[in-house]
Each structure stands twice: as C-alpha cells, then as structure tokens.
Nanobody, 116 residues
C-alpha cells in the first residue's frame, strides 16, 4: 500500500487547511483500515494528531480538539483532516497512516507552516 498526502502549505495563524490522503492498492478492505494523521515538528518526535478507527469514533490530540476534524470516504479510499484556527504550534510535516492487523503504512508527508 502506498499513501499520498496533499494539501499542506503556508497559512497565517487563524487560517484553515484541508489535508487529504489517498492510497493504493487497498483493494476491497480500505474500510477495515484504522486511519490516522500524525505530525512531526522540527526537532520533535512524531505525534498523533487524529485517528479514525475502522467502524469507530475519532480521537484527537488535546492540542487540536475543537479545531481539527478527521473524516474518511471509504468508497473513495480517502481520509481527510480539516484544520481550522491554525496556530504556529501546528507547524510541522503531517503524515497519513493506515493500519490493519500487523501492517502499518505511511505516506511521504505534507508540510504545514503556520505563520504568526
């Protein structure tokens, strides 16, 4: 499985961005994958931002609750992250992740830069 993330860019604080992640080949089991978005700021470890388990409810890092929304479109094999009211601390490279059983797949990352 290969994942492709897009939608990053430069935005001012308070602005919004929408990240998308698509992948192939998921075959007919994309809906069984647990999908998540992670980010890594310069000099810091990668952290979970939001996750949407297969058939489950979304979970968010405390720092993004109320501002970010993760969603998935199973027929389109896509997961998105709507990011509103962005803050400079949201700056980093955002990675899409897909997990199913023992398999874990990562995208190449998309850079988000929030200026103050």
């Amino acid at each position: 499985v290969q994942l492709q993330a897009s939608g990053g860019g430069l935005v001012q604080a308070g602005g919004s961005l929408r990240l998308s992640c698509t992948g192939s080949p998921f075959g007919y089991i994309f809906h069984l994958y647990n999908m998540g978005w992670y980010r890594q700021a310069p000099g810091k470890e990668r952290e979970l931002v939001a996750e949407l388990p297969s058939g489950g409810s979304a979970n968010y890092a405390d720092s993004v609750k109320g501002r970010f929304t993760i969603s998935r479109d199973n027929p389109a094999k896509t997961v998105t992250l709507q990011m509103n009211n962005l803050k400079p601390d949201d700056t980093g490279t955002y990675y899409c992740n897909a997990q199913h059983l023992s398999a874990s797949h990562w995208g190449q990352g998309t850079l988000v830069t929030v200026s103050s």
